[in-house]
Structures are given as C-alpha cells and as structure tokens.
C-alpha cells in the first residue's frame, strides 16, 4: 500500500478496520463473510449459467431449475454487495459540497451522512423483515425446487443490517479518529496514482 492511498488494506490484501477489540473483530468477521458470499455468489452463478447453455446444447433442453437458482444468486448477491461496498467507501456520492469543506466540515457532515444512512438501513432491515413475514404467511412455493419463496428474500434484511452496522462502525470511527473516513477503512482523498507509477 503506498502511502498516498486512502485504502487500509495492507500489500497481502488482508483487511484491517482499524477499529479496537470487539468492533474490529465484528467488523473483520462480516468482512470475510461478505466476500465469501459474494465469490461464492458470483461463481456459482457463472456455473449455473454455463451448465444451463451445456444442456441446451448437447441435450437440447433448459435445466428447469436454472431460472430460480440465478434468481437466489443475484438476491445474495445485492444484498451482499450493500455492505461490500459500504465497507469500501465504494458507494455513489455526490461529493462536490463535500470535497469544498474544511476537514472539520467534512467529519462533522461525514458522521451525520453516516448515521442517517444507518438509520435507513435499519429501518429498511425491519420493513424486509415485516415482508418477509408476509410472505412466509401467505405459503407460497417456488415452483421448480419447491422450497418456500420467502426463504430467498431473507438476505434482504440480513444485508440492510449489516450495512447498517457498517455505517454505524464508520461514524463512530470518524468520532474516534482525527482523519475523515469513508468507511472503516477508507480515508477521505483520493490517491495519488502518477506518483505511483
């Protein structure tokens, strides 16, 4: 890592949140739960496709289950990825007001953003948890694996929470660091990338 880039992780890749005892280690934890789920994610997605275009070819005829599989897939996905990006700093901002501020500013409306994003987060948590139960007293089957529908949205809630969480880490992080953070691990500024080179 150079010393320019904004990013905490080291040469290896490993990810370090910065923050202390407990909450680093929540932190580190969903980390490697999220990016575990979203490879798996992904690859199994790209196999499920491919194995379908397989059949189509030499057997002429669609793996029924493929349609649904893929659906699960980009659900874990989405909902993986929320928190993914958070955790990054990797989420679409409209930062011009922002990049003009002092860095006081700049921290003071960094964990304002932070926690209202949190608070939206949870209380998009509870309303997917409040479909979810919808759903689950309604009954409804999947058609080709027969397994019940609201099973594939539990990822919402589970994704709307931890990027909550996240957002919550990146506030109290920027109340205990003196530097501006993005996420947990992202500084403010950008990296200097000629310099680099």
């Known amino acids: 890592m150079s010393e320019n880039s904004p990013d905490l992780e ?3 890749g490993t990810y370090d949140s910065g923050l ?9 934890f969903i980390s490697k739960l999220e990016a575990v789920m979203l490879a798996a994610g992904v690859l199994l997605m790209a196999l499920n496709t491919c194995a379908n275009v397989i059949s189509r070819f030499l057997l002429q005829q669609s ?17 993986a990825g929320i928190g993914y990006a958070a955790r990054h700093g990797r989420h679409i901002r409209m930062s ?6 002092p860095v ?11 926690l209202f994003t949190s608070a939206v987060m949870f209380f998009l948590a509870y309303y997917s948890y409040e479909y979810i139960v ?9 058609p ?8 594939i949205y539990v990822w919402a809630p589970i994704g709307f929470t931890i990027t909550g969480i996240q957002y919550l880490l990146t506030a109290i992080k920027n ?5 501006v953070f993005l996420s947990t691990s992202v500084r403010d500024g950008y990296a200097d990338t000629e310099s680099e080179v």
């Open 134 to 142: 919808t759903l689950a007293g309604r009954g409804r089957i999947l």
């Open 144 to 151: 080709a694996l027969g397994f019940e529908v609201w099973i």
């Open 10 to 12: 080291d040469d290896t």
């Open 63 to 79: 793996m029924f289950f493929t349609g649904e599989v893929n659906r699960i897939l980009i659900i874990l996905i989405t909902f």
């Open 96 to 101: 011009a007001i922002f990049d003009a501020l």
């Open 20 to 28: 202390p005892g407990f909450l680093g280690t929540i932190d580190v």
């Open 104 to 114: 006081m500013g700049r921290k003071v409306l960094m964990i304002i953003i932070a």
């Open 175 to 179: 109340f205990r660091s003196p530097d």
